[in-house]
């Protein structure tokens, strides 16, 4: 269980929000809502453990996170703006290194599977450099597939998908929730995940 | 959930960092050739008086050495902050020090070992003796790893900063004039027939106290630019 209490953030001189709390129980579906500025890409990176909060305290199954560290981390997949794929490298060496250093060995049939659910058949040893915006974020999104962390924190998570990737993506997220996982998510584009109600929080 | 070891973890981070240079080979090529134009301009500048160019040998290379690996300090954390892979090493389950260790021993194989390879190589230019060449090899075997760790702190302390480059030489630049100093010494005690024995025991202990402190000062400092 993810539990956010009075927590404060700024971004320069400019504070972003305070009071802010929340929990997130296993199974559960939040997305955070505001406008641009609003401060949820902070309040992502926050959760994260990137930005430190001005006042507040994040607790994950009850610790608090910062004393936590690397045990926290273990159980975060945290995807951002950025794809976090390296150009040089093929879509299957991207997911397998990064698979690894987020603490979980993926096999190549297991990483050739993930990537073909994501719609790359075919694509896996192509340079990452030659896909198309869409298709990279789809390579970053096949993270999601070889990690078993609980808790998922994903920024924009649709931007330059198809119609095809977002209904992917909610059926993933579906199945991820099933499991008793968590899912925090950002996004200006409609995401409607089957049986599970999504919890709204709305920053302004 | 199967954690990597911490070993597994730095032979990773070391395999990943040489396979983006072996596809990426220019960026290695250039400090090479930098440290090897840089050296052979003296003898040209300074012209072909043999005891001259032994004179000065050891000083020449070692400085070359520093600015060389000064040119490619830019490379070590910036390409992975831009493309948001360092966000992702953050949150590594086991060690970001030990993560930030491998990151420096790929930096270090990458744009040290090659200059110590080509140094003997240099040195003939200045007409050193085969003794003073295989003290040379030592010190820059013993110096150029802690020159690739102290540049790790400032690289990670520059990143994202605009002009960063330049600031990462003034910063790293004058705290590696103890390594210059022993470095240039070995050789310089062992042509004047003294033994270099204390010189480099001095470069070897610099190098274990920075291989200690080095990466998690270098791991704080990414926590810190990432903010």
């Not at chain 1, 709390?21 to 609003?38: I, K, P, W």
């Not at chain 1, 899912?183 to 599970?196: G, K, R, S």
């Not at chain 2, 012209?47 to 000083?59: C, F, V, W």
Request: proline share 3%; aromatic share 6%; charged share 15%.
């Amino acid at each position: 269980m993810l539990e956010v209490c009075n927590l404060a953030c700024s971004r320069g001189d400019h504070q972003l929000f305070d009071g802010l709390s929340f929990t997130l129980s296993a199974g559960e579906l939040l997305q955070v809502q505001g406008a641009n500025g609003s401060g949820k890409t902070t309040l992502l990176r926050t959760l994260c453990g990137f930005v430190q909060p001005l006042a507040g305290n994040i607790l994950w199954q009850g610790q608090d996170v910062r004393e936590m560290d690397e045990d926290y981390y273990a159980d975060v997949i945290y995807l951002g703006h950025l794809n976090a794929l390296k150009d040089e490298l093929s879509a299957l060496e991207n997911l397998r290194i990064s698979a690894a250093l987020a603490g979980c060995a993926v096999t190549q049939q297991q990483a050739i599977a993930a990537l073909k659910r994501m719609g790359l058949r075919g694509r896996e040893t192509l340079a990452v450099k030659v896909l198309s915006q869409g298709q990279r974020r789809r390579v970053a999104l096949a993270r999601l597939l070889v990690s078993n962390a609980p808790l998922w924190i994903l920024d924009e998570p649709l931007t330059a998908l198809d119609v095809g990737a977002v209904g992917l993506m909610q059926e993933l997220i579906g199945e991820h929730l099933a499991k008793q996982g968590m899912v925090i998510f950002t996004t200006h584009q409609a995401l409607a995940v089957a049986d599970v109600a999504t919890r709204q929080l709305a920053l302004s | 959930m199967n954690r990597l070891s911490l070993t597994s973890l730095l032979l990773l981070v070391i395999r990943r960092d040489l396979l983006l240079a072996m596809r990426r080979r220019a960026d290695v090529l250039t400090t090479l050739v930098f440290f090897v134009m840089v050296v052979s301009l003296f003898p040209l500048g300074i012209g072909p008086e043999a005891d001259t160019l032994r004179k000065i040998a050891p000083g020449v290379v070692w400085v070359a050495a520093l600015l060389a690996s000064m040119l490619s300090l830019g490379r070590m954390f910036s390409a992975d902050y831009l493309d948001g892979t360092l966000e992702q090493m953050l949150l590594v389950p086991q060690s970001l020090s030990m993560l930030v260790l491998g990151k420096i021993v790929a930096h270090w194989m990458l744009s040290g070992l090659p200059l110590v390879l080509i140094a003997p190589v240099l040195g003939l230019q200045f007409d050193m003796s085969a003794q003073a060449l295989w003290v040379l090899i030592a010190a820059l075997l013993l110096g150029t790893p802690v020159l690739s760790m102290i540049g790790a702190i400032g690289a990670a302390l520059t990143l994202g900063l605009r002009g960063g480059g330049v600031l990462v030489s003034l910063l790293v630049l004058p705290l590696c004039i103890p390594v210059l100093i022993f470095g240039a010494g070995a050789v310089e005690s062992v042509t004047t027939g003294m033994s270099a024995v204390s010189h480099l025991s001095l470069l070897g202990a610099m190098l274990m106290f920075s291989l200690v402190f080095t990466p998690w000062v270098s791991a704080q400092a990414l926590r810190i630019s990432m903010e």
